[in-house]
T-cell receptor, first 111, second 116 residues
């Protein structure tokens, strides 16, 4: 039973345009939401996070939006760059509990 | 500042054998978590070690066991290997202060296990 769902296995976006990656979760108790990025042959690296008390968090080109009523979060990357091509994992946690990851979305930035 | 290091990077075993994977956490981190990432899947939580004790455990059988040493490094042991244990095993470190995790997980590059 997946608690974190990333329904798009892959996404292709033109360089310079906006990339939007989506994630749905099932448990309203989760209070901290994260995005990780993974390149081939490397471990995942933390990208950005948001607490359940907020609905938006920005860090440079990356913005995460949280819609608690819909149990949905999204990651916006603007403008998209070639180095953004990677697998993006959505992850959730409750207080100090384990971090639960989605299956990931592979983002391709097209030249 | 060394990040999370894992060894070995690749290994091949046969069914029924046992394997030990090793992890050194990022400097200053006291907590180690282990994840299994099968092909096409996200990382699945195996267990977490803090103060040399298993703090949390995911939905994995007892064939999966671990240990944390006084220097915070950790080992993951898998007994009676099955074909389905073939995966990338990721170690992640973090810092816990007053019972709460501070900041994100830092992952190593992983150990890729192939079971034949």
């Amino acid at each position: 039973d997946q608690q974190v769902k990333q329904n798009s296995p892959s996404l292709s976006v033109q360089e310079g345009r906006i990339s939007i990656l989506n994630c749905d979760y099932t448990n309203s108790m989760f209070d901290y939401f994260l995005w990780y990025k993974k390149y081939p042959a490397e471990g995942p690296t933390f990208l950005i996070s948001i607490s359940s008390i907020k609905d938006k968090n920005e860090d440079g080109r990356f913005t995460v939006f949280l819609n608690k009523s819909a149990k949905h979060l999204s990651l916006h990357i603007v403008p998209s760059q070639p180095g953004d091509s990677a697998v993006y994992f959505c992850a959730v946690t409750f207080r100090d509990d384990k971090i639960i990851f989605g299956k990931g979305t592979r983002l391709h930035i097209l030249p | 500042d060394a990040g999370v290091t894992q060894s070995p990077t690749h290994l091949i075993k046969t069914r029924g054998q046992q394997v030990t994977l090793r992890c050194s956490p990022k400097s200053g981190h006291d907590t180690v978590s282990w994840y299994q990432q099968a092909l096409g899947q996200g990382p699945q939580f195996i267990f977490q070690y803090y103060e040399e004790e298993e703090r949390q455990r995911g939905n994995f059988p007892d064939r999966f066991s671990g240990h944390q040493f006084p220097n915070y490094s950790s080992e993951l042991n898998v007994n009676a290997l099955l074909l389905g244990d073939s995966a990338l095993y990721l170690c992640a470190s973090s810092l816990v202060v007053s019972g709460l995790r501070v900041g994100e997980l830092f992952f190593g590059e992983g150990s890729r296990l192939t079971v034949l």
